[in-house]
């Protein structure tokens, strides 16, 4: 991934203490916290596209990831900070427990 690397994996791991859970779990919840940093990071940048772009975005099959990043980096060179801030907001949420990554309603 050009978006998100593995530095910014390991902070997710970090800073939410995911290592002390069994590797199941670890995995479950950094996909689902990787899952909402994208797209709060993907919204943030199509509110900046005009309706063609947003046309082309829409066409690219949800499951092809290179193209999506590509075509997000293409679109908006501050893509990469722009995942970052979204990282730091969600890593903040999560702590602040705005959040609520399993499956359990408190």
Not at 5 to 17: A, C, F, R, T, V
Not at 33 to 45: D, G
Not at 62 to 88: R, W
Request: charged share 35%; hydrophobic share 40%; no cysteine.
């Amino acid at each position: 991934m050009k978006l998100i690397d593995d530095k910014m994996i390991e902070d997710i791991i970090d800073s939410l203490g995911l290592r002390f859970l069994s590797v199941e779990k670890r995995n479950e919840i950094l996909t689902m916290t990787l899952e909402l940093i994208s797209k709060r990071a993907s919204i943030r940048i199509i509110e900046s596209l005009n309706d063609v772009e947003v046309g082309e975005f829409s066409n690219i099959p949800k499951n092809e990831f290179e193209k999506i990043e590509d075509f997000l980096i293409l679109k908006n060179p501050n893509a990469k900070t722009i995942f970052e801030e979204e990282l730091a907001k969600t890593k903040n949420d999560i702590l602040s427990s705005k959040i609520n990554l399993s499956n359990n309603e408190q």
